[in-house]
């Protein structure tokens, strides 16, 4: 697989993002039957363009989402307490979510790009950017929307989508 130009999909994601975003909000007004497997053949497209391993914008630039127990198994394999974790390297937001201080994420080698706890990662990191979820109207304007100049591979699973919808779902 090529190595990605992440400038180059950042610069076409902004200038997509409008429209494409139009178009997403198109399709949660509508709701259109047979969307999730639209977003799922769109996923396997997808992952046949985009590896992750020469992008690694979501670790170095995005924050996931920790859990009190994912904390507890990261803190005790870095032979660190809970308390001494959260103070080291997270925060509360006014959500009452618990994220990362900082970017590039504390688990991040900037050289290889790869995560150094990957088998410990936080759910919600094993879980970005987010392609399975059946809820997809629901995560259009927080996550799939924002997420176009940030992470290629949902900028070019949203293009496949409205290609797959125009074709498929008759959705102009
Ligand atoms: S824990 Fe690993 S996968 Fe998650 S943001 Fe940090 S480096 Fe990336
Ligand atoms: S999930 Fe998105 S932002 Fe993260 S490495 Fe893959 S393409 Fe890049």
Not at 79 to 105: A, F, H, R, S, V
Not at 143 to 152: D, L, Q, S, T
Request: glycine residues 2%; proline residues 5%.
């Amino acid at each position: 697989m090529e190595k990605l130009n992440v400038p180059y999909y950042t610069r076409r994601a902004h200038a997509k993002k409008k429209a494409l975003t139009a178009y997403l909000k198109k399709l949660v007004r509508k709701k259109p039957a047979g969307m999730y497997a639209i977003t799922q053949e769109a996923r396997t497209e997808t992952w046949k363009k985009i590896d992750c391993t020469s992008c690694g914008n979501c670790c170095n630039s995005m924050t996931p989402t920790w859990t009190k127990s994912e904390i507890k198994r990261v803190a005790a394999h870095m032979g660190m307490t809970y308390d001494e974790y959260y103070e080291k390297y997270l925060y509360t937001d006014d959500n009452g979510d618990i994220m990362n201080d900082n970017t590039p994420c504390q688990h991040y080698n900037t050289d290889t790009r790869l995560c150094t706890i990957y088998e410990l990662r936080p759910k919600d990191c094993a879980e970005f950017p987010h392609f399975h979820r059946k809820d997809f109207f629901d995560q259009v304007e927080d996550v799939f929307a924002p997420n176009m100049p940030r992470c290629p591979a949902t900028l070019v699973w949203v293009e496949k989508i409205q290609e797959l919808s125009q074709t498929k779902l008759k959705i102009k």
